[in-house]
């Protein structure tokens, strides 16, 4: 990459450090203080469901406004929801306005991840994709690991302190994108896109992704995403209730995912799709994952639970920034459309996970592994045929 290239890469993963790390603070003290304002595990539920429910329903319009009005546009509105969001947070003890905080939280993040691979496209060539995507999926998992500790820390200076820091990080981030922040295209092509008339529903554009030649890759996403949460979800329940865990050894396993997916998204993501090709990837680590679930139903023990965890969270970091590699190659000129649907595919996943292994979790423990897995498998099973069709119909593209 240019030097231009790589200042304009950091820009993009600083806005994603901060945005996911400023959500992550509250983590830590948000059982806490919604015990405080007398809501208990309902209301935790329903700010991860209303705030994914929220992404889903504005991510394929925010991709359409980041091809018709331009990323940088997008980012700083992206990054002003999220803002708003937490200072609302912190003013507020009425549970019905923390739940309108997450809504515009949620359209804050719908507006801002698209538009963020959506630049890193534009200024990519499709060999430097894969770099760039991990880049900025790497500064994203480093925000998951760093915002709950910073947010554990702070907790001890008062219990609302989280939320005013998130919300003055998040504020930073908006001054720094709109002095920093150049748009990635030239005038004459922000100019044709905002030309264009955005006149389909978002069941229309999930009816258009389904003809889209990434179909296949938007399913792997929701399927990923609905895996992950689920797991996350049920994850601390379920360490306590089968290895009596502490919350500091949960503390522990989540900070070492998060590290393993950082340092496996900025030094091994672009060797090996170099090495071996998008198609080849995801078909391994679909299968390595697969198997880490099937392991988690025999587990004897929390170290060795811990270990497929590793192996879990490794396959995932590496699928992620793959898929929108994948994506983006194959969306052509509409690279906010296929942002879009690509966080609308992930926000399904996102409600659908935790809600689905919550009820699974209440009728036998280990049903949320068994269910992640049956998915990882079709999953799996549709992509090699997916794969054998494409090379098949490039073969018949190629004898003519």
């Keep these: 990459m240019s030097a231009e290239q790589r200042k304009k890469i950091i820009v993009l993963m600083i806005n994603m450090f901060i945005a996911v790390g400023s959500f992550g603070i509250i983590i830590p003290i948000l059982p806490a203080y919604l015990e405080s304002i007398n809501q208990g ?12 429910g929220a992404q889903l329903i504005f991510s394929p319009i925010a991709g359409k406004w980041a091809d018709q009005y331009g990323r940088r546009k997008m980012i700083i509105w992206g990054l002003v929801g999220l803002t708003l969001s937490m200072f609302i947070f912190y003013w507020v003890n009425s549970i019905w306005w923390l739940y309108a905080s997450r809504v515009i939280g949620g359209i804050g993040s719908a507006l801002l991840i698209p538009a963020i ?8 060539t499709l060999d430097q994709r894969a770099k760039g995507n991990s880049l900025v999926s790497a500064a994203m998992s480093l925000g998951i690991v760093v915002g709950p500790g910073v947010g554990g820390f702070l907790a001890d200076f008062g219990l609302k302190v989280p939320f005013l820091i998130s919300a003055i990080v998040s504020l930073v981030a908006v001054l720094f994108s ?16 905002a030309a264009m008339k955005d006149e389909e529903s978002m069941a229309k554009k999930l009816v258009r992704s389904v003809r889209m030649p990434y179909f296949i890759p938007l399913v792997i996403t929701l399927v990923m995403s609905f895996g992950l949460m689920a797991y996350e979800s049920v994850l601390g329940l379920f360490l306590d209730n089968q290895f009596g ?7 522990v396993m989540v900070t070492a995912t998060g590290i393993v997916s950082v340092v496996v998204q900025l030094f091994l993501v672009d060797r ?9 990837v995801l078909n391994v680590f679909l299968a390595v994952t697969a198997f880490g679930f099937l392991l988690s139903l025999f587990t004897a023990n929390y170290g060795l639970f811990f270990i497929i965890s590793l192996i879990i969270f490794l396959a995932i970091s590496i699928l992620r920034p793959v898929l929108n590699t994948l994506i983006s190659k194959m969306a052509g000129d509409e690279q906010g459309f ?24 209440d009728v036998q423990i280990t049903y949320p592994f068994v269910l992640g897995l049956v998915l990882l498998l079709i ?4 992509t090699i045929g997916w794969q054998k069709r494409t090379l098949k119909e490039n073969r018949l593209l190629k004898s003519e």
């Design 41 to 52: 595990g309902t209301a935790a539920g329903l700010m991860i469901a209303i705030f994914a």
């Design 245 to 251: 865990a502490t919350p500091q050894q949960i503390a």
């Design 178 to 193: 709109m002095v920093l922040l150049e748009e990635s295209e030239t005038k004459e092509a922000s100019a044709a896109r």
């Design 379 to 382: 999953t799996l099973a549709i």
């Design 272 to 280: 090996i799709v170099r090495m071996f090709g998008e198609i080849i």
């Design 338 to 361: 296929a942002m879009g649907m690509n966080n609308a595919y992930m926000s399904i996943g996102n409600v659908l996970g935790p809600t689905l292994a919550g009820v699974l979790y």
């Design 117 to 124: 691979f959506a630049y890193v496209a534009d200024i990519t």
